[in-house]
């Protein structure tokens, strides 16, 4: 059996892969969805930054029972992922880097953090970024199926109180 760790992105949480932890269940593998520290709206910790998230990690690694996981990275998450991985490397089967580009070196985990002005041109000249839900829950015409937006219907939770591209 596969044991899969599941990181979300910035500004999300657990909850983003919660179809998908379910499908990986029913093809019989075990799914982790991570919150990450200070992304759950509840937390009053200060200082939080990559080298939490990293623990978080690492963490929850030590605590799973598989000899063996598979670390998937969505965004902002993959900084995360490769820290833990870098300190358990025994551990790590697979990492599996989503809707982002592997980091070169150094390379600050700011920089996989979507620019909301980015993307491509509407007509009116104002910017949306593909296959994000316009006005009116709409979709660009690059996303090739209307994705789920369920979960973002919530409110946001609050953010980190440190950027996450700093390790301490």
Do not use: N
């Not at 993959?78 to 592997?102: E, M």
């Amino acid at each position: 059996m596969t044991t899969f760790v599941l990181v979300p992105g910035g500004f999300t949480g657990g909850w983003v892969w919660e179809e998908t932890a379910a499908r990986l269940g029913r093809a019989g593998a075990e799914a982790h969805p991570v919150t990450l520290t200070g992304m759950d709206g509840l937390s009053g910790e200060t200082g939080i930054g990559l080298e939490t998230h990293v623990e978080d990690l690492v963490r929850l690694i030590d605590g799973l029972a598989a000899a063996e996981v598979v670390l998937v990275g969505h965004g902002y998450g993959l900084h995360p992922v490769l820290g833990a991985a870098d300190r358990r490397p025994g551990r790590v089967a697979r990492i599996v880097a989503l809707d982002t580009i592997l980091p070169q070196d150094g390379e600050p985990a700011e920089r996989s953090v979507p620019d909301p002005g980015a993307g491509p041109a509407r007509t009116d000249g104002s910017r949306r970024r593909r296959g994000r839900p316009g006005p009116g829950g709409a979709t660009s015409k690059a996303s090739p199926r209307r994705p789920s937006y369920a979960w973002s219907a919530s409110p946001c939770p609050s953010r980190p109180t440190r950027s996450p591209h700093r390790s301490a």
